[in-house]
């Protein structure tokens, strides 16, 4: 793999019995790159992320995910990767620390580790006085922001985001994007699924998967000119329009 390359694919396919659910993609994704990996729902979206976090093994094609195989080392790829998913993130009836203990030692860190990055964790979201409160009392958008800093706490090459900022007020939305922007300066890759086209503009690069397949990937500036379209979700709906696959 090459060193700039945090994803590699080749005709990545997953079948279940005679449904194609992902279709032959191919896409690599850049050291440092927020990509973002676009579909309507029943698209192939959360197929293809399961593949890639080695939850699934792929029915055809290659991949290659922090250097590592998705057939052969996929316990290598966990330990490399961080996931956060809109539906499941953290335990509501844990308290904010121990939520933060219990992945820092998901994710193998030390204890000394975990108090060092729970503290600055704390500090940084401003959630010293929330240390003791279960994660179920909090706002959303702390729960949210919070979810994603558990996420990168073990310093991931990448981190999987999966519709992460479902439900929160734009400018929650926005704090989350800062960041987002701040652990890929850091050259983490951030892998991010969405439903909010204007979360698409803040991306490197967007691809737009319909019926298994991704039918259309390049910066946003390049898929508006492409489409000769307003915005991403202009391209969005012009795509989408013929997808045969729905809920």
């Keep these: 793999m090459s060193n700039n390359l ?13 449904f194609t659910a992902v279709d032959h993609i ?9 990509f973002g990996f676009l579909g309507a729902n029943g698209a192939g979206k959360t197929t293809a992320i399961r593949m890639l976090i080695g939850l699934l093994e792929p029915t055809e094609g290659e991949a290659t995910v922090a250097g590592f195989n998705v057939y052969t080392e996929a316990e290598l790829i966990k330990k490399r990767i961080g996931y956060m998913s809109q539906k499941f993130s953290l335990y509501a009836d844990l308290t904010v620390w121990e939520n933060i203990r219990l992945y820092g030692g998901i994710y193998g860190l030390s204890r000394d580790a975990i108090k060092s ?12 006085d929330a240390r003791d ?9 702390w729960k949210q922001k919070l979810a994603f800093s558990v996420a990168v706490m073990h310093e991931p090459d990448i981190v999987f985001l999966d519709e992460p900022t479902g439900g929160v007020d734009p400018i929650t939305r ?5 960041q987002i922007y701040k652990v890929a300066e850091e050259e983490t890759t951030v892998f991010v699924t969405t439903h909010y086209m204007d979360e698409a503009e803040y991306c490197d690069r967007v691809s737009i998967m319909v019926d298994g397949k991704i039918e259309a990937l390049d910066s946003p500036n390049g898929l508006k000119q492409e489409f000769e379209a307003d915005d991403i979700e202009e391209v969005f709906v012009e795509l989408a329009r013929g997808a045969k696959r729905g809920d």
Excluded: C, H, Y
């Design 6 to 18: 945090a994803i590699q694919t080749n005709n990545l396919t997953r079948m279940f019995g005679d």
């Design 174 to 178: 926005r704090q989350f994007w800062e």
């Design 133 to 141: 409160k279960r994660i179920g009392s909090l706002p959303l958008g």
């Design 26 to 34: 191919s896409f690599d994704v850049g050291r440092g790159e927020i």
């Design 117 to 128: 990055k729970a503290n600055e964790l704390l500090e940084t979201l401003n959630l010293e």
